[in-house]
């Protein structure tokens, strides 16, 4: 019975987390309550409260219930001991989180309530600084690649590990919100593989 209990609890916890993307993704953070939250996941506020504190909680739950999938693949494409080029390896990371993105309806919606659809003010001000620990995480990851490449002499001379990889998350970045600007059907991105193969291509020896 127990086990039962922690398993519709476990339920329950999901679906107060889908209904929460969905309303945020519709309404905008600011403007979701935690009782239109509950409602729309067909339970009390009590229940969003016995799982989770207050909506920053929560929002933070809704970000970790697609990352953490989201970055073991692509940090298995980045530390995929097939590429002997760590250069390969960056470029088929990269390449990755932009196939899961345009592939994943819950990511997508994910990164644009991140990026469009939430201010960062009030309640969630001292929510921006842990939004962008991931992106200064894939900075570090990268900056390390490109040591290995640096060391192994893969990199272009003239070029600092620590330049390339501010640069490369910078066009990452950009591109990120560049996908989320632009309207759909404009064939960006279809041609962000390429675009990414070119920047990876001004790096190499």
Do not use: N
């Given at each position: 019975m127990v086990r039962k209990t922690k398993e519709e609890a476990e339920q329950t916890r999901k679906e107060i987390i889908e209904a929460a993307r969905n309303v945020f993704?519709?309404?905008?953070?600011?403007?979701?309550?935690?009782?239109?939250?509950?409602k729309a996941a067909g339970v009390t506020r009590g229940a969003v409260y016995w799982h989770f504190a207050d909506k920053a909680e929560l929002f933070f739950a809704m970000r970790e219930d697609v990352f953490a999938p989201m970055l073991a693949r692509t940090d298995a494409r980045l530390y995929d001991p097939a590429f002997d080029n760590p250069l390969d390896a960056i470029e088929a990371s990269i390449t990755e989180f932009f196939r899961v993105l345009a592939e994943c309806e819950v990511v997508r919606e994910v990164f644009e309530?991140?990026?469009?659809?939430?201010?960062?003010?009030?309640?969630?001000?001292?929510?921006?600084?842990?939004?962008?620990?991931?992106?200064?995480?894939?900075?570090?990851?990268?900056?390390?690649?490109?040591?290995?490449?640096?060391?192994?002499?893969?990199?272009?001379?003239?070029?600092?590990?620590?330049?390339?990889?501010?640069?490369?998350?910078?066009?990452?970045?950009?591109?990120?919100h560049l996908t989320f600007g632009c309207r759909k059907n404009t064939g960006l991105e279809q041609e962000i593989p390429a675009m990414i193969q070119a920047h990876m291509a001004l790096r190499r020896r």
């Open positions: 993704h519709e309404s905008g953070v600011s403007r979701s309550s935690l009782d239109k939250i509950a309530i991140m990026i469009s659809r939430c201010e960062y003010v009030d309640e969630f001000s001292s929510v921006q600084e842990e939004v962008g620990r991931p992106a200064l995480a894939f900075l570090e990851k990268i900056e390390r690649m490109y040591q290995q490449a640096f060391d192994k002499q893969l990199l272009r001379p003239g070029l600092l590990p620590a330049m390339v990889a501010r640069d490369t998350w910078a066009f990452t970045s950009g591109l990120l």
